[in-house]
């Protein structure tokens, strides 16, 4: 569960992206100006800050400029009205990740969400993971079992890593297909359900009976790590 501030002065849409980053899996507070707004960031420390540039008391670039000079690392995804390429290359410069013109997909900008959060999420890990007969190297996206390299399909690291960044909690499918995959939440498939398959055999040692790579009927997955 990962916590994302959306700086939206337009109250109906910060509503309808806070109502669908609930419904993936997220925490998220929403704030409609710029002091506002660096006081959540300074206090809450989200991991992803969705900001949209024109606000009614101060521009959205002082909140862009508040986050980096605190020394946060956190992902800034822009929202604006303001689609000319010298104001995209202006917030980029600035510090923003990511940059996207109203009006937008809402399924793009899941998306874009989803993969900054995948970044954020990821700077978090240690170098090194264990879990039963396995230890990951996160950075370097490898695995040994029982001392020896594992190898593992580009998707099922992914998948690996997206569980890890969150080891211990439930993570909704939809949010691993959104995540991993980029499908829709509302997509119909197993391949979720095939890759922990394959992530089970090469990694627990009994895939019929998992001790870390666990199961949440109705609900989703977890990556039991024992003392994280």
Do not use: C
């Amino acid at each position: 569960m990962a916590r994302v501030l959306i700086v939206e002065d337009q109250r109906d849409l910060a509503d309808v992206l806070a109502e669908n980053l609930v419904a993936e899996g997220h925490l998220v507070r929403t704030a409609s100006r710029a002091a506002a707004a660096r006081d959540a960031v300074s206090e809450w420390q989200p991991d992803v800050v969705v900001l949209d540039l024109m606000l009614p008391d101060e521009p959205g670039e002082t909140v862009l400029r508040h986050v980096r000079r605190s020394g946060l690392t956190t992902p800034v995804l822009i929202l604006s009205a303001r689609g000319d390429e010298r104001t995209k290359v202006k917030g980029l410069r600035q510090g923003a990740d990511d940059y996207v013109t109203k009006p937008f997909s809402l399924m793009e900008f899941l998306a874009r969400v989803e993969s900054l959060l995948r970044r954020s999420l990821g700077q978090r890990l240690p170098d090194r993971v264990s879990f039963g007969r396995a230890v990951v190297h996160p950075r370097a996206r490898r695995v040994e079992v029982d001392g020896a390299e594992v190898q593992l399909r580009p998707r099922e690291m992914d998948l690996l890593l997206a569980l890890l960044a969150r080891s211990n909690q439930v993570v909704p499918r939809r949010t691993l297909l959104a995540e991993v995959w980029g499908y829709s939440p509302d997509a119909r498939t197993r391949t979720v359900d095939w890759h922990m398959a394959e992530l089970r055999r090469k990694l627990e040692g009994d895939p019929a009976d998992p001790r870390h790579l666990r199961t949440v009927r109705g609900v989703g997955y977890r990556l039991d790590v024992p003392g994280r």
